[in-house]
């Protein structure tokens, strides 16, 4: 009898990705809204620690852990992760929108997965001392906003999202601080850009990384093109709107405009 993945068996127990697919294996098949997720998993690993029967409120109390950080980002990391196995989402994320996300978690069989690609290795550089020699040939700084290690702390990243593209190559790494990482977490790094429209060294920098990675054989899919595309507009119009009809020059973006 052939047998379906298991969201349990490819997480770590007791780990904040393990209790998301615990949630998952209880609904096998069944549309679940975000909000339902993401309270479950809170609660879940608050409690994760305590022990039963429960004592006292006090030693209940004592007991809870903090509420994890970032609930909706453990999820989008989730799915993102775990698509390919059958997690489906649908409807839009934002805060008007949470409401309308669902979630369905069908698995598929493991013998169709068996002929999948395996995905490319997340870590660039391979050793400490690479990542050490690439973050000295950066200065140091992120590539984007041009935060020290002294400010923030810096990470290595793909350029291209990695859960995306599937490329494991030195030619798509990027500096970027904590702050610029999760904002482009697995978007196009052009949402950066947009986050930081008032700062023109940032949309510099945004444009030269670009131009850098593409010249490097390293072109941006049809969606994010258009991501792209939408999001130079948005900068252009800013710029017009805002600071007294100067807009930035076509030269500016160079092939990034075609």
Known sequence: MSEYINLSDLTKRGTQLGLIADIFQSNIGKTITKRYIEK???FKYMHK????????????????????????????????????????QEGKTGKKEDNNVIY??????????????????????????????????????????????????????????????NVDDEKIAV????????????????????????????????????????????MPNEHDKNTQKTNIQIIKDHYTNEFNNVSLSENFWGILNE
């Open 40 to 42: 479950e998993y809170t």
């Open 49 to 88: 620690n305590v022990t039963y029967p429960i004592v006292s409120e006090e030693e209940h109390r004592n007991q809870l852990l903090e509420a994890p950080g970032d609930v909706q980002r453990q999820l989008r990391t989730f799915h993102d992760k775990f698509k390919k196995y059958g997690l489906k």
């Open 104 to 165: 369905t978690w069908t698995p598929k069989l493991k013998t169709d997965m068996e002929t999948k690609i395996q995905p490319a290795a997340r870590n660039i550089f391979k050793t400490k001392k690479m990542v050490n020699d690439f973050m000295k040939s950066k200065k140091n700084k992120c590539e984007l906003c041009d935060a020290s290690n002294k400010d923030e702390r810096l990470a290595v990243d793909h350029w291209r999202a990695h859960s995306i593209y």
């Open 175 to 218: 500096l970027l601080c904590e702050t610029c990482n999760n904002i482009h977490h697995n978007y196009d790094a052009s949402k950066c850009m947009i986050n930081n429209k008032d700062n023109i060294k940032y949309i510099q920098n945004w444009v030269k990384i670009e131009k850098r990675v593409r010249e490097c054989g390293f």
